[in-house]
């Protein structure tokens, strides 16, 4: 059975950079064709991707968010890390962390964590 | 950065009708596209990927086409347990169609 868990605040300050932790389990990262990536929810909007890395440690970003988001893993641990900095009201969301599978180029979510709300305020 | 556009945002369907949500791409993306549903307070759930293909476990009245740019995803008769959020992806993910009960 695949599982994943998002930890991390719930309340973080304007500027702050947010650190979130995927622990999953039921999966290896080492597998080829596995990744972990994050992917947000504004509340009452859409999904938004984030970032992902593949286990291979290839790693994708966002494009508008790129400059501002890490992503890191830790095959020992079945961690992935994602950090975003400078954080502001807009990037209050649910925060999910989600198991992907590769393919030619393309991935789609297998399987989601529960979600976890990040709100971002003063 | 490819976009995807889906149509209807909202729809108002009855249990039994046949419903169909569309995902245009804005270039070709061949049969690269998922489709999740979303109830609220939770996690979405993988449908179809690979344009067509049936996530195990999903009834079979849900069902995937298209390719290159132009996408659907189809609920033959719909059931009370569909009303519910839908969204294709790409990358990205569509904007979300809401399924509402007539």
């Known amino acids: 059975q695949i599982t994943l868990k998002e930890s991390g605040p719930t309340l973080v300050k304007p500027t702050q950079t947010l650190t979130l932790t995927c622990t999953f389990s039921g999966f290896s990262l080492s597998t080829s064709g596995v990744g972990v990536g994050w992917i947000r929810q504004p509340p009452g909007k859409a999904l938004e991707w984030l970032a992902l890395?593949?286990?291979?440690?290839?790693?994708r970003y966002s494009p508008s968010l790129k400059s501002r988001l890490t992503i890191t893993k830790d095959t020992s641990k079945n961690q992935v890390v994602l950090t975003m900095t400078n954080m502001d009201p807009v990037d209050t969301a649910t925060y999910y962390c989600a198991h992907l599978l590769y393919s030619s180029g393309w991935f789609f979510v297998l399987s989601w964590g529960q979600g976890a709300l990040v709100t971002v305020s003063s | 950065d490819i976009q995807m556009t889906q149509s209807p945002s909202t729809l108002s369907a009855s249990v039994g009708d046949r419903v169909t949500i569309t995902c245009r791409a804005s270039?070709?993306?061949?049969?690269?596209l998922a489709w999740y549903q979303q109830k609220p307070g939770k996690a979405p759930k993988l449908l179809i990927y690979k344009a067509s293909s049936l996530e195990s476990g999903v009834p079979s009245r849900f069902s995937g086409s298209g390719s290159g740019t132009e996408f659907t995803l189809t609920i033959s008769s719909l059931q009370p347990d569909d009303f519910a959020t839908y969204y294709c992806?790409?990358?990205?993910f569509g904007q979300g169609t809401k399924v509402e009960i007539k």
């Open positions: 992806q790409h990358q990205t």
């Open positions: 270039q070709s993306i061949s049969s690269w």
């Open positions: 890395i593949y286990w291979n440690d290839d790693k």
